[in-house]
């Protein structure tokens, strides 16, 4: 499977943004689909996992309430809706693909064998 993450830009603190992953090649729902971030110096963090059937896990305290994952399996496509943004949400996001895809199971970027190349999300005022 080959992924494209996208929808990253300026936005204001308290704003929002709405990343998508787009996928091509296998069906996307043997996948589960896990989206990254990553800052200068600091390891890629695991955000959130939504599975093939569209259960999800949220990895990071720091993003519940405020960022709700998606999927539209027909249109291999996987959503990261992103509200109330921080300037400490200012990262490159990335998405990734494991299989198989009924379990959230990991966050670490070292699990995962596919991914995207990342949209840079920047929350300055």
């Known amino acids: 499977v080959q992924l494209q993450a996208s929808g990253g830009g300026l936005v204001q603190p308290g704003g929002s943004l709405r990343l998508s992953c787009a996928a091509t090649g296998y069906a996307l729902e043997y996948y589960t689909i896990n989206w990254f971030r990553q800052v200068p110096g600091k390891e890629r963090e695991g955000l959130v996992c939504?599975?093939?059937?569209?259960?999800?896990?949220y990895w990071a305290d720091s993003v519940k309430g405020r960022f709700t994952v998606s999927r539209d399996n027909a249109k291999k496509t996987v959503s990261l809706q992103m509200n109330s943004l921080k300037p400490e949400d200012t990262a490159v996001y990335y998405c990734a693909a494991v299989s198989p895809g009924n379990l959230c199971t990991s966050r670490s970027a070292a699990a995962m064998p596919y991914w995207g190349k990342g949209t840079l999300v920047t929350v300055s005022s």
């Open positions: 939504i599975t093939g059937d569209g259960s999800t896990t």
